[in-house]
C-alpha cells in the first residue's frame, strides 16, 4: 500500500512544477471576485496591489507583486488559502537546501528560486547552473532532493 504522506507529496510536486502549464485558467476581472476571496486574500497579504485574478480547477489565483517578489496564491471558494509560491532570494534559502546542493549538486549556482507552501509543507523550486548544465530541482525545507529534472 502507497504511503499516503509520500503520495500527497508527489501530487504536490507535479502540481508546481506544471503549475505554469495549466491552459484551463480563465482571467475574472476584480468585480466578479466574491468579497470573501478578497477580504482574505488582503488578510494574509495586505501589501498585495494590481492583482490580476484567474479561476483554475475551482480555485481563485491571485497573482500580484509585493516590493519586487511575485507571488501566485490559490484560494478556496470559502477564502481559504489553499497554496501560494513567492519569488525568493538565494541567499535566504534554509542552511538544509544550501547544503544539499552543495553535497549533490557541487559547483552549481541556484537562481530563480521559488518558495513554495501548501498547508504547512513548505518546498524550495528553482534551476541549478553550473556552466552548460542545468536542473530544475525541487527540495523540501529540510534539504531533502524531490524532483530533479535535467534542462
Do not use: C
Not at 480547477?57 to 471558494?77: M, S, T
Amino acid at each position: 500500500m502507497v504511503n499516503e504522506r509520500l503520495l500527497k507529496t508527489i501530487t504536490i510536486i507535479f502540481m508546481f512544477l506544471f503549475a505554469g502549464n495549466n491552459i484551463h485558467a480563465q482571467e475574472v476581472q476584480p468585480k466578479n471576485v466574491p468579497s470573501i476571496i478578497i477580504n482574505a486574500l488582503q488578510l494574509k497579504f495586505p501589501k498585495a496591489g494590481d492583482v490580476v485574478w484567474e479561476l483554475e480547477k475551482g480555485l481563485y489565483k491571485a497573482e500580484f507583486e509585493i516590493g519586487r517578489l511575485e507571488y501566485e496564491v490559490w484560494l478556496d471558494y470559502s477564502g481559504k488559502v489553499k497554496r501560494w509560491k513567492q519569488d525568493f532570494d538565494k541567499e535566504q534559502l534554509p542552511d538544509a537546501v544550501k547544503l544539499s546542493i552543495r553535497k549533490s549538486f557541487d559547483g552549481f549556482v541556484p537562481s530563480s528560486v521559488e518558495r513554495l507552501q501548501e498547508g504547512r509543507s513548505v518546498f524550495y523550486k528553482m534551476r541549478l547552473t553550473k556552466s552548460k548544465e542545468k536542473h530544475k530541482v525541487l527540495f523540501t525545507e529540510n534539504g531533502k532532493l524531490l524532483s530533479d529534472q535535467v534542462l
